[in-house]
């Protein structure tokens, strides 16, 4: 029995001096668990684990799974526009990675820019005019599906290159600019698109070239279609309702005029 004591005493005090070595937040730990050791390891952790007593409060409980809840949807919508970027360039069967593609798509904050590029190999309108071709058809009409599928809002721009010529002196790159966009309209509305979701008609001529690009090169002749997440389509506009007009009456065509 005395032996025993003795090893019982000896482990105490190896005990205390050990806990003695330690830094603070032990020393605290330690202390609080044999002044309430059934206190539930929910609310404090005992012995040596870290302890710390700062809670936080509701509010900022709340704060924090918003916004995280924010970034989580915020990556779940880029997930989303990439997917569905991807599922366009396989339905058109293009290589997204060609450096001389005929269509070029970029994930924005709110959606989707999508660029068709007039190009010599693969034109989207007939020389020197706003009628489309076959595979502007095509490309159209695959777009109207995907906008319509998914509720996009749609905004086009006509551009052209500097290089292009006036047909004459009534018809310049501005006319010949919101004249393909507009015709760009005509076809999504045509294939699937309802009239509420496009929101706007510009045509631009030769004053937006694209960046890096020599303003007459013939990349900057092109259709520019922004189109951006909605739930259903923008309500029309209640005088425009009242006044008897087309949805897109008003709204649909817009020419850029140089400062």
């Given amino acids: 029995m005395a032996f025993a004591d003795f090893m019982t005493a000896m482990m105490a005090l ?18 609080q668990y044999f002044q309430n050791p059934f206190t539930s390891p929910m609310d404090k ?7 710390n007593s700062n809670k936080s409060t509701n509010s900022t409980g709340t704060q924090q799974g918003n916004e995280k809840e924010l970034e989580k949807s915020k990556q779940i919508s880029l997930s989303f526009l990439n997917s569905v970027a991807a599922d366009f360039f396989r339905l058109l069967h293009l290589d997204e ?9 970029q ?46 809002r749609v905004t086009i721009d006509g551009h052209t290159s500097g290089a292009t010529t006036p047909r ?11 004249d393909r966009a507009n015709a760009a309209r005509r076809n999504l509305v045509h294939y699937a698109v309802e009239p509420e979701y496009i929101e ?10 694209l960046p890096g690009e020599d303003p ?35 709204r649909s065509l817009a020419v850029k005029s140089p400062p």
């Fill in 168 to 178: 004459s002196a009534d018809y310049t790159p501005w006319e010949l600019s919101a």
């Fill in 14 to 31: 190896f005990l205390v001096l050990w806990i003695s070595a330690q830094n603070k937040e032990i020393l605290i730990a330690t202390s």
């Fill in 45 to 51: 952790h005992s012995g040596v684990m870290p302890f």
């Fill in 200 to 209: 706007r008609v510009t045509g631009y001529a030769a004053t937006r070239p």
């Fill in 216 to 250: 007459a090169s013939l990349s900057n002749d092109r259709i520019t279609l922004s189109l951006t997440l909605s739930t259903k389509p923008k309500e029309r506009d209640s005088a425009t309702a009242a006044s008897g007009q087309p949805p897109d009456s008003g």
């Fill in 107 to 152: 994930v924005t904050s709110d959606g989707l820019r999508v660029t068709l590029f007039d190009r010599p190999t693969r034109p989207l309108f007939g020389k020197g005019s706003a009628e489309v071709t076959e595979w502007g058809r095509y490309a159209l009409q695959s777009l109207a599906w995907m906008i319509d599928r998914h509720h996009f």
């Fill in 97 to 105: 990675n060609l450096a001389d593609k005929p269509i070029d798509i």
